[in-house]
């Protein structure tokens, strides 16, 4: 027969530690945006470069954004932070390496949505904007990336809340983030279930948050496609 012991949830314990857990949160939004920017710097080119012509542009990008792709978050933050260090290459902050790594695993996906945003743009934009007497770089940095960007942000935005839930994972690497603060105020309150619902609930909140804000992008800027 299992036992089944009296619960009581301990609202206190997270009360009195709220502040760790908000610093924490904080550090976690800040992480996650970051390597969301970087992944965003990074994405265009690699999109621009998997879409060209010539093989030597085109391998490389494809090569990257595969990996980006396929290598797990967990394993680029290792390498970053530990192995890296350990053959003596670079050593890297806590943060930094975590910024890199959301930055590095981000870009593939980021490549991926500008190459869909800029196939979206009707290939006769060009041949307009050649009318107008615009160059090829000029149409494409005043006619098509501006279409293209619109078309982008909504899925950029789901990028985001992926990096974001991606950022939790950095506590593994000493990061003084939400789950991190959590652990340590469970090891010492020895409230675990508590500390590590309260520090849940908040992720899901701001994931929430940042998911209702991309579909009501999304919504905005659908409405005025159609207009």
Not at 52 to 57: A, K, V, Y
Not at 58 to 85: E, Q
Request: aromatic share 10%; glycine share 8%; hydrophobic share 60%.
């Amino acid at each position: 027969m299992i036992a089944v012991l009296p619960f009581a949830f301990d609202y206190s314990v997270v009360s009195e530690h709220s502040g760790e857990l908000l610093r924490g949160l904080l550090l976690t939004v800040e992480v996650a945006a970051c390597g969301f920017a970087l992944a965003a710097v990074l994405g265009l080119p690699l999109a621009l470069a998997g879409r060209s012509r010539t093989p030597l542009l085109r391998i490389p990008a494809t090569m990257w954004i595969a990996l980006a792709r396929g290598v797990p978050l967990l394993i680029v933050i290792f390498w970053l932070y530990y192995a890296a260090a350990q053959e003596g290459l670079f050593s890297l902050t806590a943060f930094i390496a975590g910024m890199l790594s959301l930055g590095l695993t981000g870009s593939g996906y980021m490549a991926e949505i500008y190459r869909s945003a800029l196939s979206a743009v009707p290939t006769g934009q060009f041949e307009s904007a050649a009318a107008i007497g615009l160059s090829r770089a000029q149409a494409f940095r005043v006619v098509i990336l501006p279409q293209a960007l619109r078309t982008a942000i909504p899925p950029a935005m789901n990028t985001f809340v992926m990096l974001l839930k991606g950022a939790t994972l950095l506590s593994v690497i000493g990061l003084a983030d939400m789950f991190y603060a959590a652990k340590l105020v469970a090891v010492n309150e020895f409230k675990p279930f508590e500390l590590y619902t309260a520090a849940a609930v908040l992720v899901i909140a701001v994931t929430l948050v940042a998911a209702i804000g991309s579909g009501l992008v999304e919504r905005r800027l659908s409405k005025g496609v159609r207009r």
